[in-house]
């Protein structure tokens, strides 16, 4: 029972130090030219894009920023996001933008030394998402939700904003419906904790 209390202790130090690094860099990112080729979109969307990737390739592939390979990143891409990441397809469309300018980045940063055979993966794994997102999406309960905040002026390609419509529906939903409704996975728990903890 130690041991495993133990092991959880350490692996929870182990992300939270993988995290730090993403964190870092992804805001050094959000200074870059690179970044501001972005468009508007893109841009409010990039941090966010870069901190789920490093947060599923840790826990799906235990691979910290600088290991990063191709194959988990074409893993993650293709079968974690569409599945995990609740959003609609204007938002999967920005991933490939973003994450091709982070590469790049992080190759002329020194950061990664695979980081252009990455762009290649990124390049070829962004249509196979974008078919599972389309797939996933469609005639879904989260379309119809969707639509909806489209209606109230909500941008549904952003996450925060995604994140007011849960709540908001949220207000209106049985007991019964809510321990029924899909979660956001939302990076942004994470920040707070971390904020709260004097990490920022």
Do not use: C
Not at 19 to 28: F, K
Not at 68 to 95: C, G, H, M, Y
Not at 129 to 135: I, P, S
């Amino acid at each position: 029972m130690m041991n495993e209390k133990y092991n959880k202790v350490e692996a929870d130090e182990l992300f939270d130090n993988v995290m730090m690094e993403v964190e870092s860099s992804a805001q050094a990112f959000t200074k870059t030219l690179g970044y501001k080729q972005l468009n508007y979109r893109e841009q409010q969307s990039a941090v966010e894009i870069i901190h789920y990737l490093g947060e599923f390739m840790f826990d799906y592939h235990l691979e910290s920023m600088s290991l990063w390979s191709q194959r988990a990143l074409e893993d993650v891409l293709v079968t974690i996001f569409p599945t995990t990441i609740t959003a609609n397809i204007p938002f999967f469309e920005k991933v490939e933008a973003v994450l091709v300018k982070f590469f790049e980045f992080l190759h002329f940063s020194g950061q990664q030394s695979n980081a252009l055979e990455l762009v290649d993966s990124v390049k070829k794994s962004s249509v196979l998402m974008l078919n599972e997102a389309h797939v996933i999406f469609k005639d879904s309960p989260e379309e119809k939700l969707f639509d909806l905040g489209d209606e109230m002026g909500l941008d549904m390609s952003d996450l925060s904003d995604l994140d007011r419509l849960y709540k908001f529906v949220s207000f209106f939903e049985t007991p019964k419906k809510k321990r029924h409704k899909m979660k956001i996975v939302h990076i942004k728990e994470w920040q707070q904790q971390k904020m709260m903890m004097g990490f920022y």
